[in-house]
């Protein structure tokens, strides 16, 4: 079994900042890529960032140049800097684990953690 926890979530004000983690644990053998998405009310799960296991990063349209994605791999974290946040980032953020074992691959998602960003 994989745990994977989210934190650091909560209102802010827009133009603000805040730092999400995410920290795997478990019967972890290999963290591939890691990755955060949000959902908003009424909306699909939208991509936010990916980075892979040696350090690549991909960003989605509405984030760049304003979020940044890093991870301690040591530490099998995750984190999200979010920076010039807008009212349109209010959403539930979700972290994304790959884990292999050998040929087995498996992704598991956090409990999710609430960003609301105020006008």
């Known amino acids: 079994q994989v745990q994977v926890v989210e934190s650091g979530g909560g209102l802010v004000q827009a133009g603000g900042s805040l730092r999400l983690s995410c920290a795997a644990s478990?019967?972890?053998?290999?963290?591939?890529?890691m990755g955060w998405y949000r959902q908003a009310p009424g909306k699909q799960r939208e991509k936010v960032a990916i980075i892979s296991k040696v350090g690549s990063t991909n960003y989605g349209d509405s984030v760049k140049g304003r979020f940044t994605i890093s991870r301690d791999n040591a530490k099998n974290t995750v984190y999200l800097q979010m920076n010039s946040l807008k009212p349109e980032d209010t959403a539930v953020y979700y972290c994304?684990?790959?884990?292999?074992?050998?040929?087995?691959?498996?992704?598991?998602w956090g409990q999710g953690t609430q960003v609301t960003v105020s006008s």
């Open positions: 478990g019967s972890i053998f290999s963290i591939n890529a």
């Open positions: 994304n684990v790959g884990v292999s074992w050998g040929s087995i691959v498996n992704d598991y």
